[in-house]
Nanobody, 126 residues
Framework: QVQLVESGGGSVQAGGSLSLSCVPS????????MAWFRQGPGKEREGVAA???????TFYSNSVKGRFTISRDNANTVNLQMDSLIPEDSAIYYC????????????????????WGQGTQVTVSS
């Protein structure tokens, strides 16, 4: 199981931008699909975006499509650029990884991922 470490969270006003990064705490060959999830106060954890190892395949939730961009610097480092932030984006953001391939039908399912970070807080004020 890979240990993941997120960074880059913080507070911003609506309309602003933040960038998150996720790196494994140790070198690993087992990472395939990597993703970002988030959990707002009183809400269930939900998938935000996912990306394949090459970066050529990406998936986004409808709520962030067109505003967030997921990218991969190398096979094991994943970033999330968040633009045009709105208060509803406020949540703890988690990085996740799996040995499985990113799939349109499953990328947003928590059970697909066996490695998680501790989370980083994102707060968007109106």
């Amino acid at each position: 199981q890979v240990q993941l470490v997120e960074s880059g969270g913080g507070s911003v006003q609506a309309g602003g931008s933040l960038s998150l990064s996720c790196v494994p705490s140790m070198y690993t060959l087992s990472t395939n699909c990597m993703a970002w999830f988030r959990q707002g106060p009183g809400k269930e954890r939900e998938g935000v975006a996912a990306i394949s190892p090459s970066g050529t395949t990406t998936f986004y939730s409808n709520s962030v499509k067109g505003r967030f961009t997921i990218s991969r610097d190398n096979a094991n480092t994943v970033n999330l650029q968040m633009d045009s932030l709105i208060p509803e984006d406020s949540a703890i953001y988690y990085c996740a990884a799996t040995a499985y391939v990113c799939d349109k039908a499953d990328w947003f399912r928590l059970a697909q991922y066996n490695s998680w970070g501790q989370g980083t807080q994102v707060t968007v004020s109106s």
